[in-house]
């Protein structure tokens, strides 16, 4: 089945410590979006690419950096995580149709759980 | 700017009765589609219906069906015949232009208990 991964689904990491995230596609879809979602919270986007176009959203911090090498895989890199890092982080892809974009449909990778200690 | 609303933090249903979760929204744009999905405890968000602001009927996908009230601005979901397995967190969410972009926004989201 066609699916979006995201690896591992819990990460511990230690204050400070640098870490990646994973997330990779069998969709074959233009878009793939970065969420984080703290607790009882809707999801914040980070970034997003369009294809190899990269969107930072404009209160995300520096801390955090993205790369997409190909079409199937995405990595989110936290520089130095902080206390506040500690949420779920949530990888989605879209079709990515520049006809009717606002029916996009997202489809979510079952997230990644970050731990800071 | 775009927004969504989802008054309802929590909401309660026994099993096998129908329930409506509320999502109000804001946009100017005529062009928009409506998103509901599901977030279980186990984290990933399931794609469920999608209403687009040109459909002149309202989405139905199986149990859900979406009350799409365009002057209102409202887009409630609703499940029918609800199973322990709907207990989850509902988020309600918008793809309209802002700048140019169709970043989509959530809501903060319902959490519902379904009882047996």
């Known amino acids: 089945d066609a699916m979006v991964i995201q690896n591992p689904r819990y990460q511990v990491t230690q204050f400070g410590k640098p870490v990646t995230l994973s997330c990779s596609q069998t969709l074959n879809h233009n878009v793939m979006y970065w969420y984080q979602q703290k607790s009882s919270q809707a999801p914040k986007l980070l970034f997003h690419y369009y294809d190899k176009d990269f969107n930072n959203e404009a209160d995300t911090p520096d801390n955090f950096q993205s790369r997409r090498p190909n079409t199937s895989f995405c990595f989110l890199d936290i520089r130095s995580p902080g206390l506040g890092d500690a949420a779920m982080y949530l990888c989605?892809?879209?079709?990515?149709?520049?006809?009717?974009?606002?029916?996009?449909?997202?489809?979510f990778g079952p997230g990644t759980r970050l731990t800071v200690l | 700017a775009q927004k969504i609303t989802q008054t309802q933090p929590g909401m309660f249903v026994q099993e096998k009765e129908a329930v409506t979760l509320d999502c109000t929204y804001d946009t100017s744009d005529p062009s928009y589609g409506l998103f509901w999905y599901k977030q279980p405890s186990s984290g990933e968000m399931i794609f469920l219906i999608y209403?687009?602001?040109?459909?002149?009927q309202n989405a139905t996908e199986g149990r859900y069906s979406l009350n799409f009230q365009k002057a209102r601005k409202s887009a409630n979901l609703v499940i029918s015949a609800s199973q322990l397995g709907d207990s989850a967190m509902y988020f309600c969410?918008?793809?309209?232009?802002?700048?140019?972009?169709?970043?989509?926004?959530f809501g903060r989201g319902t959490s519902l208990i379904v009882h047996p």
């Open positions: 209403q687009g602001s040109y459909d002149q």
């Open positions: 989605a892809t879209s079709r990515g149709n520049s006809g009717r974009i606002s029916a996009d449909t997202q489809y």
């Open positions: 969410a918008m793809r309209a232009p802002s700048g140019g972009s169709y970043i989509p926004t």
